[in-house]
């Protein structure tokens, strides 16, 4: 069945310094992926619609040029989050779209969680 | 093997009927389950948590965990129209994992 992969899972890192996270379709081409940030007890929060070979549409309140996204290829989307900060620490969770026609399917990456120092 | 399974759908019942979403997951470690529910072009709210075997009821939501035989289900009361959405299993052990959701249909 179609999967789709994250990396890394888990994050340490000290203030300041910027984390990429990758998303990978691995057996299907998505040409939409989105991201979303879920803090402790809390609903998923979708930050970005990632459109391969466009900008990515960001939602109220995510900075852009904090958290870039590049969706370069049918089958990869990345998160940059560039300068964190403490309060970006979060679990960061990545999903994409089938589009072969099966439907509007959203297959999800495992997750990333990010710890800021 | 998916960690997380569910039944794609489009599951359709009629309003006021009870609608009943199922969710199987392989990781035994597993220690909390959730149910989301996402509108088109949104994102998943979640809706239901449980973390211990048995029954879990909030209003017309039922969330039935069994980890010996590793279901979760949702159990949609006197459904409503405004249930129509794509409802996702989500189960957390050492990482979080969804499935890919299930289509329900509440036909007026």
């Not at chain 1, 888990?10 to 691995?26: A, D, H, N, Q, Y």
């Not at chain 2, 569910?6 to 009927?17: I, K």
């Not at chain 2, 249930?83 to 189960?91: F, G, H, N």
């Amino acid at each position: 069945g179609a999967v789709v992969s994250q990396h890394p899972s888990r994050v340490i890192c000290k203030s300041g310094t910027s984390v990429k996270i990758e998303c990978r379709s691995l057996d299907f081409q998505a040409t939409t992926m989105f991201w979303y940030r879920q803090f402790p007890k809390q609903s998923l929060m979708l930050m970005a619609t990632s459109n391969e070979g466009s900008k990515a549409t960001y939602e109220q309140g995510v900075e852009k040029d904090k958290f870039l996204i590049n969706h370069a290829s049918l089958t990869l989307s990345t998160l940059t989050v560039t300068s964190a900060h403490p309060e970006d620490s979060s679990f960061y969770i990545c999903s994409a779209r089938d589009s072969d026609g099966r439907g509007p399917i959203q297959y999800f990456g495992a997750g990333t969680r990010l710890s800021v120092l | 093997q998916k960690e997380v399974e569910q039944n794609s759908g489009p599951l359709s019942v009629p309003e006021g009927a009870i609608a009943s979403l199922n969710c199987t997951y392989s990781d035994r470690v597993s220690q909390s389950f959730f149910w989301y529910r996402q509108y088109s072009g949104k994102s998943p709210e979640l809706i239901m948590s449980i973390y211990s075997n048995g029954d879990k009821e909030d209003g017309r939501f039922t969330a039935q965990l069994n980890k010996a035989s590793q279901y979760v289900s949702l159990l949609i009361r006197d459904s409503q129209p405004s249930d129509s959405a794509t409802y996702l299993c989500a189960v957390k052990g050492n990482q979080f994992y969804f499935g890919t959701g299930t289509s329900l249909t509440v036909i007026p």
